[in-house]
């Protein structure tokens, strides 16, 4: 992403901590810290997604549920990599690597990251879960049981 938008990126490991280090040569370079990587947001899908699975064991379609497990880890992990991406853009622009810091251990992107998460579930819950969706219909369901 950094070579589409120009620049002439850089890529390696710190020999000192072994976290990755990604930037522009004639720009800004990051350290990835494990704290700033939002690597937990995915941790927290994965959670979310075995809180599902094992609360609806018989009331979800266990293959399309697979489906929207990978494809939502694929996006979420995506998303990361526009995220490290944009933070050094506006840090190279700006010519200030403190504001990708600051920026990077905010908790805003974790709260978009959980956001974005439980928008993958509910929007596609329709097409994964077998039970009634709306309270209507199970009002219906009870009533003709």
Do not use: K
């Not at 522009?24 to 939002?38: K, Q, Y």
């Not at 941790?43 to 809180?51: E, H, K, N, P, T």
């Not at 990077?104 to 329709?126: E, P």
């Amino acid at each position: 992403m950094l070579q589409i938008a120009g620049y002439n990126d850089i890529h390696g490991i710190s020999s000192r901590t072994g976290n990755p280090i990604i930037g522009a040569v004639d720009g800004i370079r990051l350290e990835v810290t494990p704290n700033c990587s939002e690597m937990e947001s995915l941790a927290a899908f994965i959670l979310v997604s075995g809180v599902l699975l094992f609360a609806g064991w018989h009331l979800i379609y266990r293959l399309r549920f697979c489906v929207v497990v990978l494809a939502g880890l694929t996006l979420l992990y995506c998303l990361s990599a526009f995220r490290l991406f944009f933070l050094i853009d506006i840090a190279s622009r700006l010519d200030d690597s403190g504001i990708a810091v600051r920026l990077a251990h905010s908790r805003i992107s974790q709260v978009l990251f959980l956001a974005a998460s439980l928008l993958i579930w509910f929007g596609t819950r329709r097409w994964w879960y077998r039970g009634s969706h709306l309270p209507a219909e199970a009002a219906l369901q009870t009533n003709e049981n």
